[in-house]
DNA sequence: CGATTGAACGGTTTATATAATAGTCAAATT
DNA sequence: AATTTGACTATTATATAAACCGTTCAATCG
């Protein structure tokens, strides 16, 4: 499923699909064009996938997985509270989204017509994303400062919590800098709600001052 | 601009219109049906009308109008905490969202195609919810439960956390006792970082066993 | 003279015909 | 035998024509 099971021709296949899904978009590009790319003929694409929309969906599962890298590096940052990784992750998140919604509007069209049509792969990717949360979760739970016992559960809540500013729905609605303060103001209060419940598990009011201070 | 300036006649027309847009939505319904309804001819439709989607705008501001007024009842409910209210008040949200999608159609498909064309229309909604949810925060605050000084800020950031629950786009992937459950979850910790809050301005223990309890 | 009409206009949707494309497979190639 | 091909089919998209509908306004009505 991963981008790496691919050999050297459905490389190739992908690489020629994906110039021209982002120059022209999904529906202006044709099976013959791609095969003329590849030196080869439209039958023999379909030794390598299954149909078009299955190229599609290999570079979006590329595309997704690259930022769920850079996510994923969030989490190395030691010189980060695991309150400020929290911070990081979602500001990242945002800035992936908005960016790409603004700069890239091509892949997002893409993005679009895949996942209606394969809503699985955004299942995928949200619990992959799930995944890099869940460890900062634990991480604080680790450090004290978070006091959660469902990690799943959290997990989701947080996404639910941030839904607003990963949904490029709403991109057009306000700016990057005034979007950004509104997620900042929801990710303070989150994490008020998870001092509280620290200073209510481990009880001592050094938690307090400690989540103050971040 | 409220539905009360209409006279008898631009009622009985936006009720001849309601009853059509909701049985086979504004696409399918003419301005010539409309007038065959009330008894005149279309030309003087645009006697009481400027336009089709006004009378659109017209229909969705009522029900929107009654959509608040509901929503506006929580406030006045005196056995329920100012923290139960705001629990309330985004479960019935959510409720009567949910609802709306899924048994009335095309009353959803009209709110989309009016909002598209009339963003404005969904500011001033999201204005009025806005000054509901303000009144609760204001209701908290008085009771030392919340500790809040920037009442529009903090509104801005709890319809934020919540959007997920209040937009429709979403309300295939789950049913509705799942994601009501996942609405409770945003809530409480919304909740315990208030109470975190509110400790930390007025200092007492009390108020985090108070917060606890609730 | 103010209120109302409905034919006329222009823009848009719909229906139809035509073209292009995704996907298949028997034959050709290596 | 494994790989590749490209003509072929069924489906989808595009182009064109026809019907429709929102809106206007000069003529009619009360």
Redesign the interface.
């Known amino acids: 499923m991963p981008a790496e099971h691919l050999d050297e021709t459905a490389t190739a296949i992908l690489s020629a699909a994906s110039r021209r899904f982002l120059h022209y978009g999904y529906g202006k590009t044709t099976m013959s064009e791609i095969a003329k790319d590849c030196n080869m003929s439209t039958g023999n694409l379909y030794r390598y996938f299954p149909s078009k929309l299955d190229i599609a969906e290999m570079f979006v599962r590329v595309l997704r997985g690259e930022q769920v890298e850079n996510l994923r590096a969030v989490l190395q940052m030691s010189d980060r509270s695991p309150a400020e990784k929290l911070r990081d992750f979602f500001l990242l998140k945002f800035k992936i989204a908005y960016d790409r919604f603004h700069d890239k509007p091509k892949a997002y069209e893409l993005s679009s017509e895949l996942l209606s049509q394969r809503p699985q792969v955004a299942v995928e990717w949200e619990n992959a994303e799930g995944r890099v949360l869940s460890e900062i979760l634990q991480m604080g739970t680790v450090a004290k400062t978070f006091a959660i016992d469902d990690f799943a ?2 997990t ?2 947080l996404q ?2 941030a ?3 990963t ?1 490029p ?2 991109f057009h ?1 306000g700016e990057f800098e005034a979007l950004a303060i ?2 900042n ?2 990710i ?10 620290a ?2 598990k481990w009880g001592s009011e050094n938690q ?1 001052s400690k ?2 201070a971040n």
Do not use: H, M, P
């Not at 303070?188 to 419940?197: E, H, N, S, T």
């Open positions: 559960g959290t989701k809540i639910d919590a839904y607003r500013f949904s729905a709403v609605e509104e997620l103001g929801v303070d209060l989150i994490l008020d709600g998870f001092a509280f419940r200073a209510r307090i989540a103050q």
